[in-house]
């Protein structure tokens, strides 16, 4: 659900720490300092909603400094990629020692479980994703690499992927849940293609992989975006890629898991989500399961019992959100 606070009805005296508290509940704790004279007449607004497992929020102050502390990073152990999109004003990210000038339109990351810091010397606005770690590291190979680089948003897919965000930064206010979990595997497939592009100056080089590595990232790419398709099987899979079914286990048996194990995983997961989600309220278990690829619904609900103790109704009914 869309969620908007502004500092506009704080008493001016109290509206910094106001902010300070907001972003680090959006985001992960922090500490907030003005960096003009004019602190008593701060102003500050977050406009965030969840895109399925990755957080969206649409961020606008006076001029600011964050600072994200060693203390800070010991408070909460999940770990998450904060991509921060530049809408107005101009910004800088620092981290491992690297200084990104942003100006609109570009992009850098931060890693939320190391120290960074924020400069914003005039007003602003940003669009900020917060990604899961391991979500990201799924799809893009080594995208801490990119940690307090600036992303040019006037080169190729950096362009595409701000215009996108902001597009729908601009509309959160209309996105109901199901969109808003589809909305999800759009920008994650987006800011993996344009991560898979190293960006050094105005030259840009594509994120040289080995081959092995590269067919697993566009595989598990794959399997992500059809997911809700009855169709999607290892034999699929292997002739949209043009690779034998054999060469695709191949591929996987170094993973965790299997193909088939992998694509289980994810519609389980989904559909757990799903369960606990008010936007799915008037669907039955069965139709949540059809919706992302089951076409069985007791073999939906003995493989949900086996991965998550309990029947898919009795997990709905413990988690009903009141």
Same mark, same amino acid.
């Not at 869309?2 to 509940?25: K, M, Y």
């Not at 399997?223 to 002739?239: G, H, T, V, W």
């Not at 039955?284 to 007791?298: L, M």
């Given at each position: ?54 957080? #969206? !929020?649409?961020?606008? =102050? /006076? ?7 060693? +203390?800070?990073?010991? *408070? @909460?152990?999940? &770990? ?26 570009? #992009? !850098?990351?931060?890693? =939320? /479980? ?7 010397? +005039?007003?602003?606005? *940003? @669009?900020?994703? &917060? ?46 849940? @199901? ?144």
């Amino acid at each position: 659900m869309n969620s908007e606070n502004t500092t506009n009805q704080i008493p001016a005296a109290q509206r910094l720490d106001f902010f300070d508290s907001l972003v680090s509940q959006t985001f992960f704790p922090m500490s907030c300092e003005p960096c003009s004279a004019t602190g008593r007449d701060f102003q500050g607004t977050v406009c965030n909603q969840q895109l399925g497992e990755v957080g #969206f !929020a649409a961020v606008r =102050s /006076s001029p600011l400094d964050v600072h994200r502390r060693r +203390s800070h990073i010991a *408070q @909460v152990s999940d &770990a998450a990629y904060l991509v921060k999109v530049q809408v107005a004003g101009e910004g800088i990210v620092r981290q491992r020692g690297k200084e990104a000038h942003l100006r609109p339109g570009d #992009f !850098a990351l931060c890693l =939320s /479980s190391e120290p960074y810091d924020l400069h914003f010397a +005039s007003d602003y606005s *940003q @669009v900020v994703l &917060a990604v899961p770690q391991a979500l990201l590291e799924e799809c893009v190979s080594q995208p801490a690499q990119y940690l307090g680089l600036r992303m040019d948003g006037n080169v190729g897919a950096n362009g595409l992927f701000s215009q996108f965000v902001t597009s729908i930064a601009q509309r959160l206010d209309t996105l109901d849940g @199901v969109l808003a979990q589809r909305l999800e595997t759009n920008v994650i497939d987006l800011l993996s293609t344009t991560l898979g592009y190293a960006q050094e100056g105005q030259k840009r080089e594509f994120l040289k992989v080995g081959v092995k590595c590269e067919y697993i990232q566009r595989i598990k790419h794959f399997i992500r975006r059809n997911l809700d398709s009855e169709d999607l099987s290892p034999d699929n899979i292997a002739a949209a890629h043009d690779i034998s079914t054999r060469y695709l286990h191949m591929l996987f048996s170094d993973e965790s898991m299997s193909v088939s194990r992998y694509i289980l995983q994810l519609r389980l997961e989904h559909c757990r989500a799903a369960l606990s989600d008010a936007a799915f309220a008037d669907y039955s278990v069965s139709e949540i399961a059809y919706r992302f690829g089951f076409n069985d619904a007791s073999h939906f609900s003995r493989a949900f019992k086996s991965e998550y103790q309990q029947t898919p109704a009795r997990f709905r009914k413990n988690n009903k959100l009141l």
